[in-house]
């Protein structure tokens, strides 16, 4: 499975970016999930849209503001609203086949595939 992510940039605060992420493969048994990892932090699950079971998931630091979806075919978007500086970092998608859970959507080792990176960088 190949993941590749597009749709980052630069933005000033309150602004909005959608990020996609076209997989090579159709997504009917595939979770899709969303990560960020900024400069000296740790890689943070976003989050997640498990096709198997139409659940999504976020991280309370982004629930309001993002928004998950999906193509239902091979595209996941992660639409970003009300940007914050501290949305700032490289976003990368990730792939798993099954159903990730609450608990676990946001744990990078569950992942097997991932994209390469997109910027967003947001400027107040």
């Known amino acids: 499975v190949q993941l590749v992510e597009s749709g980052g940039g630069l933005v000033h605060a309150g602004g909005s970016l959608r990020l996609s992420c076209v997989a090579s493969v159709t997504l009917e048994d595939y979770a899709i999930g969303w990560f960020r990892q900024a400069p000296g932090k740790e890689r943070e699950g976003v989050s997640c849209?498990?096709?198997?079971?139409?659940?999504t998931y976020y991280a309370d630091s982004v629930k309001g503001r993002f928004s998950i979806s999906s193509d239902d075919k091979n595209t996941v978007y992660l639409q970003m609203n009300s940007l914050k500086p501290e949305d700032t970092a490289v976003y990368y998608c990730a792939a798993v086949w099954g159903r990730p859970s609450q608990r676990t959507y946001g744990s990078s080792w569950l992942y097997d595939y991932w994209g390469q990176g997109t910027q967003v960088t947001v400027s107040s």
């Open positions: 849209i498990s096709h198997e079971d139409d659940m």
